[in-house]
């Protein structure tokens, strides 16, 4: 059964598992990955980009598409990042 616990926050999560032989197993996490209290690394946001635009991207798309990202903040000209990679769509 699920249910929701207004005790938790919204980055919370609990979960317990009641097995036949009687044991309880429980896992409690206060923060997701990805909160404000626990940020993803670069790393780690990169593959998670890199998985979800393998679902419409081919790889070398999605690779140029994080090496430019991480130089949006140098960009003089944001309109040829845009035209780059979303031209054709």
Known sequence: ???ADAGL????AAVSVHLKDGRTLAFRLEHC???EARPMTDAELDEKFRGQAALVLPEAATEALIADCWQ???LADLGAFIQRHFASA
């Open 1 to 3: 059964q699920a249910r």
């Open 9 to 12: 926050g919204s980055d919370s």
């Open 33 to 35: 990955q990805g909160s």
């Open 72 to 74: 949006l903040p140098q």
